[in-house]
């Protein structure tokens, strides 16, 4: 796979697991308290650092016997799938929820690199453990190169953002969650059963 290719891959996955996913809503609220351009910058530093600690951790996954890897990150993608189904019944009422949640936590007033620092503390406690972290994880562990993951990866999560800052408001009424959960999820399910056959074969 070309690193252009593995890293487009990482976009496309990534972007439908992460635009019904509660940062999208994070990042709208906080763009409600403060200036646009500080959050987006201090959340996309937020996922920079959640990246890197993705990719490290596929890393050192990769390291270990081929097989049982390529197979735990299949079991990865397929927990993925499932769990966004699942999660695609309840998914606008969950944004409604979640909205409400972030709402709470943002204190309002804030301005330049305090909005910023705000930002990225929101998101960095917020984001440990999501889906899109795994899927990263799971590409770099199943042997997709670690630098194209990133790349595709953390793209996916800034543009994603940056649509939430910029549109979050417009798309919230003309896209439905639970259909972008089920994309999310029928591109996690594709990935599950490539990277079983790969790891076989």
Do not use: H
């Not at 409600?32 to 959340?43: E, N």
């Amino acid at each position: 796979m070309t690193a252009v290719l593995v890293a487009l891959t990482a976009f496309v996955l990534t972007v439908p697991v992460e635009l019904p996913d509660k940062t999208f809503v994070a990042t709208l609220v906080l763009s409600t308290r403060y200036p646009a351009l500080p959050v987006w910058l201090g959340v996309i530093a937020a996922f920079f650092v959640q990246c890197l600690v993705a990719v490290a951790a596929g890393a050192l996954l990769s390291r270990l016997p081929r097989q049982p890897v390529a197979l735990l990150a299949a079991g990865l993608f397929a927990i993925g799938a499932v769990l966004l189904v699942r999660g695609a019944r309840q998914a606008d009422v969950a944004g409604a929820e979640n909205e409400r949640e972030y709402a709470d936590k943002v204190a309002v007033g804030r301005r330049g690199w305090r909005a910023a620092g705000a930002s990225f503390l929101v998101l960095f406690t917020a984001e440990w453990g999501d889906l899109s972290q795994l899927l990263t994880a799971g590409l770099v562990a199943s042997g997709r190169p670690a630098v194209p993951v990133f790349v595709g990866s953390w793209a996916a999560l800034a543009v994603v953002s940056g649509a939430a800052v910029l549109l979050g408001r417009w798309l919230q009424r003309r896209i439905r969650l639970s259909v972008i959960s089920y994309l999310g999820a029928a591109a996690c399910a594709v990935l599950a059963v490539v990277t079983t056959v790969a790891a076989l074969a």
